[in-house]
């Protein structure tokens, strides 16, 4: 879902109105209008960011000022990094900072649009457009005023095969505005859990507006401040961990007033030795089709020289040109090493036959991509570059996928989009093959883009990837994982409720080899937590996710969408069924405060993980500390006639969380049958339930 940027990208998109932001903008419209868009003048930018080993929290605090005579409705529209998940909306009216709620989407919008009409409340709404894209609305902003907002998102750092670690955002203004800010300050803290070695900016040679202070070998802080300046680039920051390689380490966090904690680990595993001359296979597929003439043929030769120049002597290539029809290069299958000769004569190739006409048919060309040479034993990369969808051809995600299965192998595809509004489609093909999605946009720098986007280039691929875990610990993201693009840096999301003192081990095989690599390390889940919400939060994405792609890819269900709706309301995470809403009128009681999760909670029972399921599953359930009436907690299953056959619980349970597992048996022990059942949680009045699919 997503321009797969490691920062924040600020898009915005007017399809009436035909225009398209750039990052970190605020543009806004007269209400009930489609055109014109005016920009909004950004005048501060003031941004925290923490990062914990791999895991990065930013905190975007920006002020814009409505310089135009008229009362407009805002709109910012951000694209995350890949993987990251918003968490945070906060707005200031008056002087007062306003908190937001999550609410059901549907009626977060009608709270909004109410409010709108109304003219009251001074209303905001963050809700998913797409993916990984985001839009937040605003209104009224009157003539003259500012409009101070906050988001806040987390997300994974990419991690290169050398244990280098990344970290942007964007400040870049050229092509928005010409006015120079009137203040940035934008903290970064590292609090690493070993030494930090090679930490480096690309502001590291203006002193004058970048400070270091090293608190400790393990923590450091970044300060990047001026007034009165146009930023015309975004801030970089790359650094390692001293003794990374085959190194562990682990972030922890206890939810509030209950007993079930969260951890996060990563895991940088001995570099896997296959060779000292790693080979790579590239495919390079242009889109070809009328549409890619102008600015997007100039920006096809610019991406194709910067690449190029970026492939060593061991790699492979070859270039498809599409448009209905298809032009190769070399003109067989075969595949030219990339010495200076070959770049040479592929410039010229591109310079002579890149004359774009014709249709878009993505199909064409990945079928054309599995009748190349590629080496077995080689990495594959095909670079797909393209301005919009196929109009021939098939348009399913996993249908088009099968085509970069090469015999036994998959060719991980790397779309870079030119001026592309809907990326579903490349995302999600990205995602099935452990690719990467870059979007370029006017006002980029290209080559720092395209540069975060082959930052991974250089990783040996491994298949049959398995991270085991040991007793105690439940809900674990990823348990299997089938195609590892970085196994120097493997990471893994799970739940505990007591400390667990053992081992885990990560065992995988590189593509092109038969010997399975296996390493073991301990695995310390503590009593004692980092404040970083983030970490929970961190799990309940990944099973959100697993969520939704059931949805997509299995079955509609209401009870899958619920459950995701619970998670959203519980950890305070943006889903495509929820919304955030901050207005003037907000119940303070059930307002989120900066890293809580809400309070005020109902009884809850949870959708079993897994389900269908053979022969375990795991049920969850939350007790509210308000009691209502008898407080004993009663959980039984019906099988699909309504029988009991199963009490797994009859007695008191403190306030919190808690989970059971049904093992499939009756009360007698028996092994019951394939079918439905229903698990029944009573306390009091109150009364939930949810279906379960015992399948064998």
Same mark, same amino acid.
């Given at each position: 879902?997503?321009?797969?940027?490691?920062?924040?990208?600020?898009?915005?998109?007017?399809?009436?109105?035909?225009?398209?932001? *750039?990052?970190?903008?605020?543009?806004?419209?007269?209400?009930?209008?489609?055109?014109?868009?005016?920009?909004?003048?950004?005048?501060?930018?003031?941004?925290?960011?923490?990062?914990?080993?791999?895991?990065?929290?930013?905190?975007?605090?920006?002020?814009?000022?409505?310089?135009?005579?008229?009362?407009?409705?805002?709109?910012?529209?951000?694209?995350?990094?890949?993987?990251?998940?918003?968490?945070?909306?906060?707005?200031?009216?008056?002087?007062?900072?306003?908190?937001?709620?999550?609410?059901?989407?549907?009626?977060?919008?009608?709270?909004?649009?109410?409010?709108?009409?109304?003219?009251?409340?001074?209303?905001?709404?963050?809700?998913?457009?797409?993916?990984?894209?985001?839009?937040?609305?605003?209104?009224?902003?009157?003539?003259?005023?500012?409009?101070?907002?906050?988001?806040?998102?987390?997300?994974?750092?990419?991690?290169?095969?050398?244990?280098?670690?990344?970290?942007?955002?964007?400040?870049?203004?050229?092509?928005?505005?010409?006015?120079?800010?009137?203040?940035?300050?934008?903290?970064?803290?590292?609090?690493?859990?070993?030494?930090?070695?090679?930490?480096?900016?690309?502001?590291?040679?203006?002193?004058?507006?970048?400070?270091?202070?090293?608190?400790?070998?393990?923590?450091?802080?970044?300060?990047?401040?001026?007034?009165?300046?146009?930023?015309?680039?975004?801030?970089?920051?790359?650094?390692?961990? *001293?003794?990374?390689?085959?190194?562990?380490?682990?972030?922890?966090?206890?939810?509030?007033?209950?007993?079930?904690?969260?951890?996060?680990?990563?895991?940088?595993?001995?570099?896997?030795?296959?060779?000292?001359?790693?080979?790579?296979?590239?495919?390079?597929?242009?889109?070809?089709?009328?549409?890619?003439?102008?600015?997007?043929?100039?920006?096809?030769?610019?991406?194709?020289?910067?690449?190029?120049?970026?492939?060593?002597?061991?790699?492979?290539?070859?270039?498809?040109?599409?448009?209905?029809?298809?032009?190769?290069?070399?003109?067989?299958?075969?595949?030219?090493?990339?010495?200076?000769?070959?770049?040479?004569?592929?410039?010229?190739?591109?310079?002579?036959?890149?004359?774009?006409?014709?249709?878009?048919?993505?199909?064409?060309?990945?079928?054309?991509?599995?009748?190349?040479?590629?080496?077995?034993?080689?990495?594959?990369?095909?670079?797909?570059?393209?301005?919009?969808?196929?109009?021939?051809?098939?348009?399913?995600?996993?249908?088009?996928?099968?085509?970069?299965?090469?015999?036994?192998?998959?060719?991980?595809?790397?779309?870079?989009?030119?001026?592309?509004?809907?990326?579903?489609?490349?995302?999600?093909?990205?995602?099935?093959?452990?690719?990467?999605?870059?979007?370029?946009?006017?006002?980029?720098?290209?080559?720092?883009?395209?540069?975060?986007?082959?930052?991974?280039?250089?990783?040996?691929?491994?298949?049959?990837?398995?991270?085991?875990?040991?007793?105690?610990?439940?809900?674990?993201?990823?348990?299997?994982?089938?195609?590892?693009?970085?196994?120097?840096?493997?990471?893994?999301?799970?739940?505990?409720?007591?400390?667990?003192?053992?081992?885990?081990?990560?065992?995988?095989?590189?593509?092109?080899?038969?010997?399975?690599?296996?390493?073991?390390?301990?695995?310390?889940?503590?009593?004692?937590?980092?404040?970083?919400?983030?970490?929970?939060?961190?799990?309940?994405?990944?099973?959100?996710?697993?969520?939704?792609?059931?949805?997509?890819?299995?079955?509609?269900?209401?009870?899958?969408?619920?459950?995701?709706?619970?998670?959203?309301?519980?950890?305070?995470?943006?889903?495509?069924?929820?919304?955030?809403?901050?207005?003037?009128?907000?119940?303070?009681?059930?307002?989120?405060?900066?890293?809580?999760?809400?309070?005020?909670?109902?009884?809850?029972?949870?959708?079993?993980?897994?389900?269908?399921?053979?022969?375990?599953?795991?049920?969850?359930?939350?007790?509210?500390?308000?009691?209502?009436?008898?407080?004993?907690?009663?959980?039984?299953?019906?099988?699909?006639?309504?029988?009991?056959?199963?009490?797994?619980?009859?007695?008191?349970?403190?306030?919190?969380?808690?989970?059971?597992?049904?093992?499939?048996?009756?009360?007698?022990?028996?092994?019951?049958?394939?079918?439905?059942?229903?698990?029944?949680?009573?306390?009091?009045?109150?009364?939930?339930?949810?279906?379960?699919?015992?399948?064998?």
């Amino acid at each position: 879902m997503k321009m797969i940027r490691s920062v924040l990208i600020l898009l915005t998109l007017f399809l009436a109105a035909g225009a398209t932001a *750039e990052a970190g903008k605020l543009f806004a419209r007269e209400l009930g209008t489609a055109s014109p868009i005016y920009n909004l003048v950004q005048q501060e930018v003031r941004s925290h960011v923490i990062i914990r080993n791999r895991l990065a929290v930013t905190h975007v605090d920006e002020t814009f000022r409505n310089d135009h005579p008229y009362e407009l409705e805002g709109f910012y529209v951000f694209e995350l990094p890949d993987g990251a998940r918003a968490d945070g909306l906060w707005m200031w009216v008056d002087g007062e900072r306003i908190r937001f709620v999550v609410k059901r989407l549907e009626e977060a919008k009608q709270i909004y649009d109410s409010l709108k009409q109304e003219g009251v409340g001074d209303p905001a709404i963050l809700e998913t457009m797409s993916a990984n894209r985001f839009q937040l609305r605003i209104f009224p902003i009157r003539p003259g005023e500012e409009r101070r907002i906050e988001i806040e998102y987390f997300h994974e750092l990419p991690v290169n095969r050398d244990g280098t670690l990344r970290y942007t955002y964007p400040l870049n203004m050229s092509g928005y505005q010409s006015a120079p800010l009137q203040r940035i300050a934008l903290r970064v803290e590292l609090a690493m859990d070993a030494p930090i070695t090679s930490s480096k900016t690309n502001f590291d040679d203006r002193p004058t507006m970048l400070s270091r202070t090293d608190v400790s070998d393990r923590r450091q802080l970044l300060d990047l401040e001026h007034e009165n300046l146009l930023i015309e680039e975004d801030f970089a920051l790359t650094f390692a961990l *001293e003794g990374w390689s085959d190194s562990l380490f682990v972030l922890t966090h206890t939810e509030t007033g209950t007993s079930d904690s969260s951890f996060f680990m990563l895991w940088f595993p001995d570099t896997i030795d296959v060779s000292q001359d790693v080979k790579t296979d590239f495919i390079f597929a242009i889109d070809a089709s009328g549409s890619m003439t102008g600015l997007r043929q100039g920006m096809v030769m610019t991406a194709m020289a910067n690449i190029m120049a970026r492939l060593l002597p061991s790699d492979r290539c070859h270039i498809l040109l599409f448009n209905g029809d298809i032009l190769h290069f070399p003109s067989d299958t075969g595949m030219i090493f990339a010495n200076i000769t070959a770049r040479m004569t592929a410039s010229t190739f591109l310079q002579l036959k890149y004359t774009p006409r014709g249709i878009t048919d993505y199909e064409a060309v990945l079928k054309a991509i599995g009748r190349l040479a590629l080496r077995p034993e080689a990495n594959k990369r095909c670079i797909f570059i393209t301005d919009g969808l196929p109009n021939r051809g098939a348009t399913d995600a996993g249908e088009l996928a099968t085509h970069l299965r090469v015999g036994t192998h998959t060719v991980c595809f790397y779309p870079i989009t030119i001026f592309t509004e809907r990326l579903e489609l490349l995302h999600d093909l990205a995602g099935m093959t452990g690719g990467r999605l870059c979007a370029l946009e006017q006002g980029m720098d290209f080559d720092d883009a395209l540069r975060r986007t082959t930052f991974s280039f250089e990783n040996t691929l491994v298949q049959d990837a398995l991270l085991e875990y040991p007793a105690g610990v439940a809900d674990i993201f990823p348990a299997t994982s089938l195609l590892v693009t970085n196994p120097a840096a493997m990471t893994g999301t799970g739940r505990f409720l007591s400390p667990v003192r053992d081992s885990c081990t990560f065992s995988y095989r590189p593509q092109g080899f038969s010997v399975r690599h296996r390493a073991t390390r301990p695995l310390l889940l503590r009593e004692d937590t980092t404040e970083l919400v983030q970490v929970a939060r961190l799990w309940a994405s990944k099973r959100i996710d697993q969520l939704l792609a059931r949805l997509r890819d299995v079955e509609d269900s209401t009870e899958i969408r619920e459950a995701v709706i619970r998670l959203s309301e519980k950890y305070n995470l943006l889903t495509p069924f929820t919304a955030f809403i901050a207005h003037r009128e907000v119940d303070p009681g059930d307002a989120n405060a900066v890293g809580e999760i809400a309070a005020a909670r109902d009884l809850e029972l949870e959708q079993n993980y897994p389900n269908p399921f053979n022969p375990a599953t795991t049920i969850r359930f939350f007790i509210p500390s308000r009691s209502s009436g008898d407080s004993r907690v009663r959980i039984c299953i019906y099988d699909a006639l309504g029988r009991l056959v199963r009490t797994l619980a009859d007695r008191d349970y403190a306030p919190g969380t808690h989970s059971l597992v049904w093992d499939g048996r009756d009360d007698a022990g028996i092994a019951l049958p394939s079918g439905t059942y229903f698990c029944v949680l009573t306390r009091g009045g109150l009364q939930r339930s949810i279906t379960m699919t015992l399948l064998k």
